[in-house]
């Protein structure tokens, strides 16, 4: 062992070369390496192969036509409502997220130092938000059906003729969709409220602004880049998401809507996204239409990269980029 | 009254109100865990604790689940669910223990070994299999590695060995772990390259001078120093290993079977399995019938309760990292 050692610190520093370490250390250099570009290679096979089936499959036309029921893969349209059903769910998603996430993020940071008893809340907020965010969407979709079968809450999800309550509706999606979309809106939030200098701060008490006016006027102009970056953080969980649109949306594939008025009837209505049209169009689900699952696959990933590309545009230069895949 | 909210608040009111809008959230924890213990509750009264164990036939429980009417009998709650434990358990662990192995490897190679260009090209590829839908990771499985592993992989001679036992298929653990590994890896080399980073260079530089190596250098010194974090990190991928339901429904061959060493290494890794996750997603329909409800709502529970003591472990073991930072 010497012998080795003190060869390759002869040589060691900068100019070692591998040739001469041991071979248990070579070994591990070259896993080291091999780790890294296989999972190169695993990413660049699974958007290689996506694009080649995307390509094969794909007709600009059915992005804009509806779903047919039909036995043969030619004759079942396209996905214009599941598309729909993904942009209604991440909007209603956000839209309960985002006041939520920046609230807590706001309170915590900028008041959460008080007294004790606030110090004790800001530390359950943070505590329930990192539950939340281990927590497996399939368990979110199983409360929130159980939330949104309850008698009380009926008129807002799609209900049978006989007035049973199935609790499928886009706001009950869009609802569980929220808890998936918050822990990276709140991070993001809070990260950047944090780097924002204390002087700022101070400089705005000392012109006799309120906590909330310099909250309003200083702290959010600031950090606007990092809420964009958490809510499309948040955007691309949702778009991603099958268990919560399996369970909380139903399985048809066409838009149902549900009463009269206009845009109230299609929030308690029930319909798909890209996501489960995926699902029930491949072998797991009924359709059994691999080529539409394929460019619905196909579409979905474009969409999924579409809204990495934002995220990267938006963190430039913060040095956090790897470390916001989670 | 319009005109008094337009008003600037004063400081304390927007103090309350945003504290009460933050408090929700443990509302909704606290919500989560009462209505889906209350929903399982019928399954701890009439099986107790023993649910958890072995010995019944899950696939005639959940059949007689099925069929039960809307006032079962208390043998319509008969359940024992330890084939789903044991391979949500299975699956899992092997999963993780390759996410390790493969996570500490590629974060070692992004931070340390690969030039900066290379690694300017990895990080985003890291980020793309983390954000890749599951339900394409499950379409990729089933129209692809499924037949790929049920046509070349298994032999006739894997086939009649346990002929009358069960069906290979090709869905089963084989693809099951190899697609959930590549799922969890990016998250754990997310949080292990970050801590790589935070390790001070002069602490590498140190070991180098004293004539390590470089690569025995980033062994003996930096990854000692960020054991937590890999602890934190295997905890963290366990945790959404636990919860993936769609992807493993997809290609674990949604048969109610416990992958059975005693058949030999290659049979073992071709048989079907179900997990904790992946029944939820299969009985999913059958929620009609108050028993079979209740047995989705325990396995939820199941769930709910290991990711709560997930998160708690994963803060537990993150703190001497801090400590450590808070040091250096």
Same mark, same amino acid.
């Given at each position: 062992?010497?012998?080795?050692?003190?060869?390759?610190?002869?040589?060691?520093?900068?100019?070692?070369? $591998?040739?001469?370490?041991?071979?248990?250390?070579?070994?591990?250099?070259?896993?080291?390496?091999?780790?890294?570009?296989?999972?190169?290679?695993? &990413?660049?096979?699974?958007?290689?192969?996506?694009?080649?089936?995307?390509?094969?499959?794909?007709? $600009?036309?059915?992005?804009?036509?509806? $779903?047919?029921?039909?036995?043969?893969?030619?004759?079942?349209?396209?996905?214009?409502?599941?598309?729909?059903?993904?942009?209604?769910?991440?909007?209603?998603?956000?839209?309960?997220?985002?006041?939520?996430?920046?609230?807590?993020?706001?309170?915590?940071?900028?008041?959460?130092?008080?007294?004790?008893?606030?110090?004790?809340?800001?530390?359950?907020?943070?505590?329930?938000?990192?539950?939340?965010?281990?927590? $497996?969407?399939?368990?979110?979709?199983?409360?929130?059906?159980?939330?949104?079968?309850?008698?009380?809450?009926?008129?807002?999800?799609?209900?049978?003729?006989?007035?049973?309550?199935?609790?499928?509706?886009?706001?009950?999606?869009?609802?569980?969709?929220?808890?998936?979309?918050?822990?990276?809106?709140?991070?993001?939030?809070?990260?950047?409220?944090?780097?924002?200098?204390?002087?700022?701060?101070?400089?705005?008490?000392?012109?006799?602004?309120?906590?909330?006016?310099?909250?309003?006027?200083?702290?959010?102009?600031?950090?606007?880049?990092?809420?964009?970056?958490?809510?499309?953080?948040?955007?691309?969980?949702?778009?991603?998401?099958?268990?919560?649109?399996?369970?909380?949306?139903?399985?048809?594939?066409?838009?149902?809507?549900?009463? &009269?008025?206009?845009?109230?009837?299609?929030?308690?209505?029930?319909?798909?996204?890209?996501?489960?049209?995926?699902?029930?169009?491949?072998? &797991?689900?009924?359709? &059994?239409?691999?080529?539409?699952?394929?460019?619905?696959?196909?579409?979905?990933?474009?969409?999924?990269?579409?809204?990495?590309?934002?995220?990267?545009?938006?963190?430039?230069?913060?040095?956090?980029?790897?470390?916001?895949?989670? | 009254?319009?005109?008094?909210?337009?008003?600037?608040?004063?400081?304390?009111?927007?103090?309350?109100?945003?504290?009460?809008?933050?408090?929700?959230?443990?509302?909704?924890?606290?919500?989560?865990?009462?209505?889906?213990?209350?929903?399982?509750?019928?399954?701890?009264?009439?099986?107790?604790?023993?649910?958890?164990?072995?010995?019944?036939?899950?696939?005639?429980?959940?059949?007689?689940?099925?069929?039960?009417?809307?006032?079962?009998?208390?043998?319509?709650?008969?359940?024992?669910?330890?084939?789903?434990?044991?391979?949500?358990?299975?699956?899992?662990?092997?999963?993780?223990?390759?996410?390790?192995?493969?996570?500490?490897?590629?974060?070692?190679?992004?931070?340390?070994?690969?030039?900066?260009?290379?690694?300017?090209?990895?990080?985003?590829?890291?980020?793309?299999?983390?954000?890749?839908?599951?339900?394409?990771?499950?379409?990729?499985?089933?129209?692809?590695?499924?037949?790929?592993?049920?046509?070349?992989?298994?032999?006739?001679?894997?086939?009649?060995?346990?002929?009358?036992?069960?069906?290979?298929?090709?869905?089963?653990?084989?693809?099951?772990?190899?697609?959930?590994?590549?799922?969890?890896?990016?998250?754990?080399?997310?949080?292990?390259?970050?801590?790589?980073?935070?390790?001070?260079?002069?602490?590498?530089?140190?070991?180098?001078?004293?004539?390590?190596?470089?690569?025995?250098?980033?062994?003996?010194?930096?990854?000692?120093?960020?054991?937590?974090?890999?602890?934190?990190?295997?905890?963290?991928?366990?945790?959404?290993?636990?919860?993936?339901?769609?992807?493993?429904?997809?290609?674990?061959?949604?048969?109610?079977?416990?992958?059975?060493?005693?058949?030999?290494?290659?049979?073992?890794?071709?048989?079907?399995?179900?997990?904790?996750?992946?029944?939820?997603?299969?009985?999913?329909?059958?929620?009609?019938?108050?028993?079979?409800?209740?047995?989705?709502?325990?396995?939820?529970?199941?769930?709910?309760?290991?990711?709560?003591?997930?998160?708690?472990?994963?803060?537990?073991?993150?703190?001497?990292?801090?400590?450590?930072?808070?040091?250096?």
């Amino acid at each position: 062992m010497s012998a080795v050692a003190v060869r390759s610190g002869r040589t060691g520093g900068r100019r070692s070369s $591998p040739m001469s370490w041991r071979w248990s250390d070579r070994l591990a250099l070259a896993a080291a390496w091999l780790a890294g570009l296989s999972l190169c290679l695993i &990413a660049a096979a699974i958007v290689l192969y996506m694009g080649y089936r995307g390509i094969q499959y794909l007709r $600009p036309g059915m992005i804009f036509e509806r $779903p047919q029921a039909s036995a043969d893969q030619a004759g079942s349209g396209g996905f214009l409502d599941p598309l729909l059903g993904t942009i209604v769910v991440s909007a209603v998603g956000i839209a309960i997220a985002l006041p939520l996430a920046v609230a807590s993020a706001v309170w915590i940071t900028e008041y959460g130092h008080g007294g004790r008893l606030s110090r004790a809340l800001a530390r359950v907020v943070e505590s329930s938000i990192e539950i939340v965010a281990g927590t $497996p969407d399939i368990v979110i979709a199983i409360f929130g059906l159980a939330v949104f079968q309850l008698p009380l809450l009926a008129p807002l999800s799609f209900q049978a003729e006989g007035g049973g309550v199935f609790g499928r509706s886009f706001i009950a999606a869009g609802a569980m969709m929220s808890l998936l979309a918050l822990p990276p809106l709140y991070a993001a939030t809070r990260d950047g409220l944090q780097a924002v200098p204390a002087h700022m701060r101070e400089a705005a008490f000392a012109l006799g602004k309120t906590r909330i006016t310099t909250v309003r006027r200083v702290l959010m102009p600031s950090v606007r880049s990092n809420i964009a970056t958490g809510t499309t953080l948040g955007i691309s969980r949702i778009v991603g998401s099958t268990a919560i649109v399996l369970i909380l949306l139903g399985s048809t594939l066409r838009i149902e809507t549900q009463g &009269a008025v206009p845009v109230v009837n299609l929030l308690r209505g029930t319909g798909s996204s890209l996501t489960t049209y995926v699902y029930e169009n491949s072998p &797991a689900g009924e359709g &059994a239409a691999p080529e539409k699952a394929y460019a619905a696959a196909f579409v979905l990933l474009v969409l999924v990269l579409a809204l990495n590309v934002v995220i990267e545009r938006l963190g430039r230069g913060r040095r956090d980029v790897i470390s916001s895949v989670i | 009254m319009l005109e008094r909210l337009k008003r600037p608040w004063p400081d304390h009111r927007a103090e309350r109100a945003l504290g009460a809008v933050s408090l929700l959230l443990g509302v909704v924890i606290v919500a989560m865990i009462a209505f889906v213990a209350v929903r399982s509750w019928p399954i701890f009264q009439h099986n107790g604790l023993r649910w958890l164990g072995g010995g019944g036939d899950f696939e005639a429980e959940i059949a007689r689940m099925n069929a039960a009417t809307a006032h079962p009998t208390a043998a319509d709650y008969q359940l024992r669910a330890w084939p789903l434990l044991y391979g949500t358990l299975l699956s899992t662990a092997i999963a993780v223990a390759l996410g390790i192995a493969i996570a500490v490897l590629a974060s070692v190679f992004i931070v340390e070994l690969a030039p900066r260009r290379l690694s300017r090209v990895v990080i985003p590829v890291v980020r793309l299999l983390a954000s890749v839908p599951s339900v394409i990771y499950g379409l990729i499985g089933i129209l692809v590695l499924v037949p790929f592993v049920g046509n070349h992989l298994v032999s006739e001679g894997d086939r009649r060995s346990v002929l009358g036992v069960v069906q290979l298929t090709g869905a089963g653990l084989a693809p099951t772990v190899a697609i959930l590994t590549v799922m969890i890896t990016p998250i754990m080399i997310a949080l292990v390259c970050e801590a790589l980073e935070a390790v001070p260079p002069s602490w590498k530089e140190g070991a180098v001078a004293l004539g390590l190596n470089p690569l025995r250098a980033v062994r003996a010194v930096t990854l000692k120093a960020i054991r937590p974090a890999i602890v934190a990190a295997a905890v963290l991928a366990t945790a959404r290993a636990l919860g993936e339901a769609v992807m493993i429904q997809m290609v674990s061959g949604g048969k109610t079977f416990a992958p059975n060493l005693d058949h030999g290494v290659p049979v073992f890794l071709f048989e079907p399995l179900r997990t904790l996750a992946s029944a939820i997603l299969d009985f999913r329909e059958g929620i009609g019938s108050p028993s079979l409800k209740a047995a989705v709502y325990s396995f939820s529970l199941l769930l709910l309760l290991s990711a709560f003591v997930l998160s708690v472990g994963g803060y537990l073991v993150k703190l001497p990292l801090r400590r450590h930072q808070a040091r250096a």
